[in-house]
């Protein structure tokens, strides 16, 4: 992978397949097209609402209260539905240059990211976890 993508998405899929899908999301990084943070429309799931202005969750009416972690981690996962983010993708992203609690701190951060959206009544299995690489949000977005 070239130096300054720090891009580690994995689709699920053979080889072929995998190198062709990080090459179209390196092209969509560098063009702009996948949002960073902030400065993008708010992005929807069925009653799930993330808006990236405001930096705010909801679902339905409730505001869902999220730490800065679980708010990039929900971010990342909804702007790259259907793709596996890997363990390591996150940790860069999500703490970036201060991860020294591993993929531990990972799974403590989506535990509670999934125990705060059931709490809200949003069903917590969009989250899914790819045993020993990643996670994925499985919903369509409206």
Known sequence: MPAGHGIMFLPIG?????????????????????????????????RLKID????????GDQVVQLSPAEYRILSLLVANAGRVLAHQFLLAEVWVGNH?????????????????LESAQLDPSVIVTIPGVGYMFTGQLS
């Open 100 to 116: 020294t609690g591993g993929l531990e701190c990972i799974r403590r951060c989506v535990q509670r990211l999934r125990v705060k």
């Open 14 to 46: 053979g080889n072929k397949e995998t190198e062709r899908e990080i090459d179209r999301i390196k092209t969509k990084v560098s063009e702009g097209s996948i949002p960073q943070s902030g400065g993008s429309a708010p992005r929807n799931f069925r």
């Open 52 to 59: 990236a202005n405001e930096r705010q969750v909801s679902v």
